[in-house]
């Protein structure tokens, strides 16, 4: 079993940064896809970035716009995102998810079995 934790959530302005964390506990980290979604009232959840066990990356085009960045430090079971020049169309909700050890690296959501709760994050124009 495998608990996430999501921090950094804010209220922000138009043209803020944010860096999102996630915390793992639960054993085979490093052996994980790592995913961060994300889900606003007006959308669909989508993903925003993934990132494998070897630190290969995918990023959501349409989303990303070449804004954001994940990362993982294994030694400190942490993921994380770090988003820069932040629109109103980034407010959502964003989740961190798990796959299992050894999984594909991949943006399908079925593929992570493990999610956090989620924070949020709030852009003002």
């Known amino acids: 079993q495998v608990e996430l934790v999501e921090s950094g959530g804010q209220f922000l302005q138009a043209g803020d940064s944010l860096r999102l964390a996630c915390t793992a506990s639960g054993g085979d980290f490093s052996s994980r896809a790592m995913a961060w979604f994300r889900q606003s009232p007006e959308k669909e959840r989508e993903y925003v970035a993934v990132?494998?066990?070897?630190?290969?990356?995918?990023y959501s085009i349409d989303v990303v716009k070449g804004r954001f960045t994940i990362s993982r430090d294994n030694a400190k079971n942490k993921v994380y995102l770090r988003m820069n020049n932040l629109a109103p169309d980034d407010t959502a909700v964003y989740y961190c998810a798990a796959s299992e050890p050894s999984s594909t690296t991949t943006v399908d959501p079925r593929n992570y079995v493990y999610w956090g709760r989620g924070t949020q994050v709030t852009v003002s124009s």
């Open positions: 990132i494998g066990r070897g630190g290969g990356t995918i």
